[in-house]
């Protein structure tokens, strides 16, 4: 069965480096989307992704997130200077979209980010 | 905005139990109304959905009925079992302001002992 799968599972980094969160999709979705739960929190939504470009972005989206498809098959998030407040795990999901907005979603198992 | 708001957890039950894990929703329009399910160590999957009014969504023995008049899309099983530990989130999307994006309950971890 196809699947969404994220690398790394966990990456540790110091406050203010770059960190590149990398998702490869399942191969003939289209849509593209990154969440994130913060320990104890609810999964929230950061981002969705189509076409090559942004279609919705949360208000947590700032300047300091941006996403990419670089090589047609990974999807990569990446956080410019991360804070101690970006620690949590982000899911990446894809969607094939041929059924309007109510397709299913797929998630990988995450990336738990870690900032110190 | 919308929002998604399930009952506080954790739930912890005996195997064979009844199992519900309420959940309610303020949205605008008619969105889409999910139950994802999250084991240990991996992604969230999709366990049931119903995409109109009075739709029930049922799979591997969880049931949940779209209810408009009441926003809810309450979870329920009949007899759980022990496989059945994970935690549980209510989610929508498709209302007129959320597009696509999921909204996500907080989330109920279930813990089914034998």
């Known amino acids: 069965e196809p699947e969404v799968t994220q690398t790394p599972s966990h990456q540790v980094t110091q406050m203010g480096q770059e960190v590149i969160l990398r998702c490869v999709p399942i191969?003939?979705?289209?849509?593209f989307y990154w969440y994130r739960q913060i320990l104890g929190q609810k999964v929230e939504f950061l981002v969705s992704f189509y076409n090559n470009e942004i279609s919705e972005k949360s208000e947590i989206f700032d300047d300091q997130f941006s996403v990419e498809r670089p090589d047609g098959s990974n999807f990569t998030l990446k956080i410019r200077s991360t804070k101690l407040e970006d620690s949590a795990m982000y899911f990446c999901a894809t969607r094939g979209g041929r059924g309007g907005n109510f397709d299913e979603q797929f998630f990988g198992p995450g990336t738990r980010l870690t900032v110190l | 905005g919308d929002s998604v708001t399930q009952m506080e957890g954790p739930v912890t039950l005996s195997e064979e139990a009844f199992l519900t894990i309420n959940c309610t929703y303020t949205?605008?329009?008619?969105?889409?109304l999910f139950w994802y399910v999250q084991y240990p160590g991996e992604g969230l999957q999709l366990l049931l959905k119903a995409t109109k009014a009075d739709d029930k969504g049922s799979n591997k023995g969880f049931e949940a009925t779209y209810r408009k008049e009441t926003t809810s899309f309450h979870l329920e099983k009949g007899s759980v079992q022990v496989s059945d530990s994970a935690v549980y989130f209510c989610?929508?999307?498709?209302?007129?302001?959320?597009?696509?994006?999921?909204?996500f309950g907080e989330g109920t971890q279930l813990t089914v002992n034998p």
């Open positions: 191969s003939n979705h289209l849509y």
């Open positions: 949205a605008t329009g008619y969105p889409s």
């Open positions: 989610a929508l999307s498709g209302s007129e302001t959320s597009g696509s994006r999921l909204t």
